[in-house]
């Protein structure tokens, strides 16, 4: 079972680190092209688009747990039609997105504390990479089709291939090209059409035997997409509660000066890091639970379970180790303000508890997800978003932003405490 795990976790692992470091990378390049503000502006557009696209993420989680469940189940006529249906739902998302851009831009940018030169900015890259929608839209179906399949090789490679085309195009842009801030836009919308052509050839390489099982009626018919928008509803309700908390955190950073919301987002980054490193194992246990779910295997699955808790524990450990030894080292790699890096001592205690505290609502929802109990996932949400704000508007006159911090780890610990017990100690997943 440890190989099973290691063989799905290792590539996930891959291509979850590549993403926070195309975040690390753009954070640079911000850092060399203006300092605080640039870095600042980043942070912003970042977070905006995160708030949109990780809203879009329940397509990717939802198409992951069901296509894994009908591959145990070996129904191959379900398996081609839920990447059909996966995709129909993604592309009229995108083409949402693109026809409401001006109006979106404008309330998103509006909301955010920041200064006009931070917000001029972040509107040159907020109306760049808006037109990499119908790619990275798609890239959530296609790649949760792929886990679902129990193959997590081709997205590492896909990510890894994309993210090289991201950093490269966007320092050319940027700096050799004299872009600016547009120009890492740009880039991200480059690798993210490369990443979707990519995708579906390495798909008609090695999955084209499934053209034969597609069926266009029975995939769009309406019972069958209920059932996919009804467990989807859940992952998006809690991906929507999820994304506040994350995109509050940095909105209130911005209304603490521009050093605080750059210290934070750099930070930010820290988490970021540890959470795709763990959401490694969270995808390789979408994969195994859907999979033994729809096998009914369940006496395997409460083994899978059991050992994924260890190894995700052991990658936390970890983390708080390099964290604490390294931290300086790594806050230099985004700056060399001093003022920055001095701030981020004040605050680096928070980032070492984030892995010992975050790693079992990351496992959690992998499990949950591939075994579609969905309302368990959005109800701990829920109560651990309610426990966020709260805390947050308790604490924040007397405490600034290390209320923002406390807040965020209670948030962590309430997630997890909520699901370990609406699950029923996790026994709602052997029957």
């Given at each position: 079972?440890?190989?099973?795990?290691?063989?799905?976790?290792?590539?996930?692992?891959?291509?979850?680190?590549?993403?926070?470091?195309?975040?690390?990378?753009?954070?640079?390049?911000?850092?060399?092209?203006?300092?605080?503000?640039?870095?600042?502006?980043?942070?912003?557009?970042?977070?905006?688009?995160?708030?949109?696209?990780?809203?879009?993420?329940?397509?990717?989680?939802?198409?992951?747990?069901?296509?894994?469940?009908?591959?145990?189940?070996?129904d191959f006529r379900e398996i081609a039609n839920?990447?059909?249906?996966?995709?129909?739902?993604?592309?009229?998302?995108?083409?949402?997105?693109?026809?409401?851009?001006?109006?979106?831009?404008?309330?998103?940018?509006?909301?955010?504390?920041?200064?006009?030169?931070?917000?001029?900015?972040?509107?040159?890259?907020?109306?760049?990479?808006?037109?990499?929608?119908?790619?990275?839209?798609?890239?959530?179906?296609?790649?949760?089709?792929?886990?679902?399949?129990?193959?997590?090789?081709?997205?590492?490679?896909?990510?890894?291939?994309?993210?090289?085309?991201?950093?490269?195009?966007?320092?050319?842009?940027?700096?050799?090209?004299?872009?600016?801030?547009?120009?890492?836009?740009?880039?991200?919308?480059?690798?993210?059409?490369?990443?979707?052509?990519?995708?579906?050839?390495?798909?008609?390489?090695?999955?084209?035997?499934?053209?034969?099982?597609?069926?266009?009626?029975?995939?769009?018919?309406?019972?069958?997409?209920?059932?996919?928008?009804?467990?989807?509803?859940?992952?998006?309700?809690?991906?929507?509660?999820?994304?506040?908390?994350?995109?509050?955190?940095?909105?209130?950073?911005?209304?603490?000066?521009?050093?605080m919301l750059a210290t934070n987002s750099i930070?930010?980054?820290?988490?970021?890091?540890?959470?795709?490193?763990?959401?490694?194992?969270?995808?390789?246990?979408?994969?195994?639970?859907?999979?033994?779910?729809?096998?009914?295997?369940?006496?395997?699955?409460?083994?899978?379970?059991?050992?994924?808790?260890?190894?995700?524990?052991?990658?936390?450990?970890?983390?708080?180790?390099?964290?604490?030894?390294?931290?300086?080292?790594?806050?230099?790699?985004?700056?060399?303000?001093?003022?920055?890096?001095?701030?981020?001592?004040?605050?680096?205690?928070w980032i070492m508890l984030v892995p010992l505290?975050?790693?079992?609502?990351?496992?959690?929802?992998?499990?949950?997800?591939?075994?579609?109990?969905?309302?368990?996932?959005?109800?701990?949400?829920?109560?651990?978003?309610?426990?966020?704000?709260?805390?947050?508007?308790?604490?924040?006159?007397?405490?600034?932003?290390?209320?923002?911090?406390?807040?965020?780890?209670?948030?962590?610990?309430?997630?997890?405490?909520?699901?370990?017990?609406?699950?029923?100690?996790?026994?709602?997943?052997?029957?």
């Open positions: 079972m440890n190989r099973q795990i290691l063989r799905l976790a290792i590539p996930n692992i891959i291509s979850n680190i590549t993403i926070p470091l195309l975040g690390m990378a753009d954070t640079a390049i911000a850092g060399r092209l203006g300092g605080e503000t640039t870095i600042g502006a980043i942070a912003i557009g970042t977070a905006i688009f995160g708030f949109i696209y990780w809203n879009c993420a329940f397509i990717r989680m939802g198409t992951s747990g069901l296509t894994a469940q009908a591959y145990g189940a070996r839920l990447l059909v249906r996966s995709m129909a739902v993604s592309v009229s998302i995108a083409l949402l997105l693109l026809a409401v851009q001006v109006p979106l831009g404008r309330l998103t940018i509006g909301v955010m504390q920041a200064g006009p030169d931070t917000k001029a900015l972040v509107a040159e890259y907020f109306f760049a990479r808006i037109w990499a929608a119908p790619a990275t839209v798609s890239l959530y179906s296609i790649h949760g089709w792929f886990i679902g399949m129990q193959n997590a090789r081709i997205p590492m490679w896909v990510s890894i291939c994309q993210n090289l085309v991201n950093i490269s195009a966007s320092i050319w842009l940027a700096f050799y090209m004299d872009m600016g801030i547009a120009g890492v836009a740009w880039g991200t919308v480059i690798s993210q059409y490369f990443a979707v052509a990519m995708s579906w050839i390495l798909w008609a390489v090695h999955y084209r035997r499934f053209l034969k099982y597609v069926d266009l009626r029975q995939a769009l018919r309406l019972k069958p997409m209920f059932r996919f928008f009804d467990i989807n509803k859940d992952i998006f309700l809690r991906t929507a509660l999820n994304v506040c908390v994350y995109t509050f955190f940095t909105w209130a950073s911005s209304g603490f000066g521009e050093v930070l930010i980054q820290l988490f970021t890091f540890f959470s795709y490193m763990s959401d490694g194992f969270a995808y390789a246990a979408e994969a195994i639970t859907g999979r033994l779910t729809g096998a009914r295997n369940f006496a395997a699955l409460k083994r899978a379970v059991r050992l994924m808790f260890f190894w995700c524990l052991g990658i936390a450990v970890g983390f708080v180790a390099i964290y604490r030894l390294f931290w300086r080292h790594i806050i230099g790699i985004f700056t060399d303000s001093a003022d920055i890096i001095s701030t981020a001592g004040e605050y680096i205690v505290i975050g790693f079992a609502p990351f496992l959690m929802d992998g499990i949950l997800i591939g075994a579609t109990r969905t309302r368990i996932l959005r109800n701990s949400m829920f109560v651990a978003t309610v426990s966020f704000f709260s805390l947050y508007y308790l604490l924040v006159p007397g405490l600034g932003n290390n209320a923002l911090w406390l807040s965020f780890i209670i948030f962590l610990i309430v997630r997890g405490v909520s699901q370990y017990y609406m699950s029923g100690r996790l026994g709602v997943l052997y029957r």
